[in-house]
């Protein structure tokens, strides 16, 4: 296991705050989208300046950048494509992720520079597909379909001419990434051109001619619970896949910043133990990926294919992430161990509270004191976005991440 290139964490990500916490967090590399021919037209998505101030960041921290270009395009979408491509290119971007051979085979025409991985949208699934795309356009990367199971995704990798990337963590599409047409169909959103209401998450109620055969009670749905394959992480490593894929573009900082932190963690361990962790340890790491995510996860397909029990059955589907996110660290007084923090949700005198800091193992420790910008003492914080003084007995950085220790 060690003995080869350590596999990559890839980490989304929807504007440039988002994009430094992925990188300070432990993201070997980080994708985001532009202001066109992406999908996730919601994700707040990059202008060119700030795809190149991304590059450069990521660069500085021994990271790179890949860029969605991802439309499944008409006519009018090749338009300015190609200036595009070349701009990526110069501006120092790494790769692109695309779901067209046509885009794929103009990015080799006229970008030859930019690794080109071929999008979870084209659902490739086993390695003769891997090897087409290879020898047809070459393509660097196939980003393996959400839909394989383990057992496939080891025998892809083995097979693949190409790097593979594999899905660990975020929302599954019930209908093999984005080939449904029920956003359309409901909201006249297209899934294929960034517009994806995710219809499949509502609840319905469903009729047989005049009759209604769903039970009022428990309405039907087809939103799919979020994947977590923090047990499979050993098992992707040993197969040779190069790349660790984590969804959600349009997900908060500090869900990045969870997220990020906890699977680099876990990867790291995994290494430094040349093998599987104990399952002391991997309790571990499951709770510390599931402070930063509040929708039920399931394994996805890697344990076989997924059943019922990866629907999610209730309405309470879409919630924020935010609730054990108190606050960001902006100063650190280390002479009078006190700390001036931004507010996020509410905390209170003498709760616990847990610093997420990049690169270091989570402090915890006890709010004895907190101070308003008048420097009167308060013992409670309702308000976001306020500027206020704590002590501060372990030390802390400028962006630490404070939460609630027992958020869960
Ligand atoms: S509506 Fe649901 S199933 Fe359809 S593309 Fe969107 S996420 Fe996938």
Redesign the pocket.
């Known amino acids: 296991m060690s003995s080869c290139k350590k596999i990559e964490l890839l980490a989304p990500a929807g504007d440039l705050k988002r994009c430094r916490t992925a990188v300070d967090y432990g993201a070997d590399a980080v994708y985001l989208g532009g202001h066109n021919y992406s999908l996730r037209s919601r994700a707040g998505n990059f202008s060119i300046d700030e795809i190149a101030e991304a590059c450069a960041y990521a660069r500085a921290h021994q990271a790179v950048i890949h860029v969605t270009v991802n439309v499944i395009p008409h006519e009018e979408d090749f338009e300015g494509l190609k200036e595009y491509l070349k701009t990526l290119q110069d501006i120092g971007v790494h790769a692109v992720i695309e779901a067209s051979p046509a885009i794929m085979a103009l990015t080799r025409a006229e970008a030859p520079k930019l690794e080109i991985h071929c999008s979870t949208q084209m659902s490739v699934t086993n390695a003769y597909a891997a090897k087409f795309l290879s020898d047809s356009l070459g393509i660097d990367r196939v980003v393996l379909a959400r839909e394989c199971t383990m057992a496939e995704v080891k025998e892809i990798a083995a097979g693949s001419p190409v790097d593979t990337e594999a899905f660990i963590h975020g ?1 599954m ?3 093999l ?2 080939r ?1 047409t ?2 359309n169909r409901m909201t006249l959103r297209d ?1 294929n051109r960034g517009g ?6 509502w609840m319905y109620r469903l009729y047989q001619n005049e009759n209604e055969i769903s039970d009022p009670q428990h309405l039907f749905t ?1 939103g799919s619970k979020d994947l977590c394959a923090a047990d499979t992480i050993a098992g992707l490593i040993s197969a040779g896949v190069s790349s660790l894929k984590i969804e959600g573009r349009m997900k908060t900082e500090y869900y990045v910043a969870s997220i990020v932190s906890a699977y680099r963690h876990l990867i790291d361990e995994i290494y430094d133990a040349h093998g599987p962790l104990s399952d002391e340890r991997m309790a571990y790491h499951r709770m510390e990926i599931m402070k930063g995510e509040n929708r039920e996860v399931c394994s996805g397909f890697y344990q076989g294919i997924a059943g019922s029990e990866s629907i999610i059955h209730h309405p309470n589907s879409d919630a924020d992430v935010n609730h054990g996110f108190l606050a960001t660290v902006k100063e650190m007084n280390e002479t009078a161990h006190t700390a001036v923090i931004e507010t996020r949700n509410p905390f209170n005198l003498n709760d616990e509270i847990e610093v997420l800091s990049p690169g270091r193992e989570n402090l915890v420790f006890k709010l004895q004191m907190i101070q308003n910008e008048q420097s009167e003492y308060i013992e409670t914080s309702r308000v976001p976005m306020r500027r206020l003084c704590i002590n501060a007995p372990v030390s802390l950085r400028p962006g630490d991440i404070l939460r609630k220790g027992n958020s869960r």
Request: charged letters at 5%; proline letters at 0%; one cysteine or more.
């Open positions: 929302g599409c019930v209908n990434s984005g449904c029920l956003s899934a994806c209401a995710q219809s499949c998450r087809m």
